[in-house]
């Protein structure tokens, strides 16, 4: 199954939306849910996460360190695109709500693989950072 052309550009543009607004009470949300949600699905996740599954945990961590003031080292737009997609992931209602088998978490995939084409460099520098901190 995949996403229709409308429901690629819906998400994006609800993705694209969301992090225009994105503030501190967003990060402390998406970093409480998010953590509940990978904790949820354990190494378990749906199907259609399976391959970006990591990257989806690495971005949750990044939000819980930077809300934790323990990692500041993101710009804002970078940290507001990270917990835009974060919020996206953990609402059960968006272009194709969660709760629709195989099909739910498809547009869940395309706003986090969009946030990572804008991350990635940033992740890649956290991950190295949080690499050297839990030695």
Do not use: C, R
Request: proline residues 4%; charged residues 30%; hydrophobic residues 40%.
């Amino acid at each position: 199954m995949k996403l229709t052309k409308e429901q690629k550009v819906k998400a994006k543009k609800q993705f694209e939306n969301d992090i225009k607004d994105v503030d501190n009470n967003d990060i402390e949300y998406a970093s409480k849910k998010g953590n509940s949600k990978i904790d949820k699905f354990g190494d378990n996740p749906p199907s259609a996460l399976i391959k970006i599954w990591k990257d989806i945990k690495v971005m949750i961590n990044l939000v819980t360190d930077y809300a934790k003031g323990d990692y500041k080292e993101v710009s804002w737009n970078i940290i507001a695109s990270i917990t835009g997609a974060v919020i996206y992931f953990i609402s059960p209602i968006d272009v194709i709500p969660d709760f629709i088998p195989v099909a739910g978490y498809l547009d869940d995939g395309l706003v986090i693989k969009l946030a990572l084409d804008i991350a990635m460099e940033e992740l890649e520098k956290y991950k190295e950072w949080k690499n050297n901190v839990d030695i």
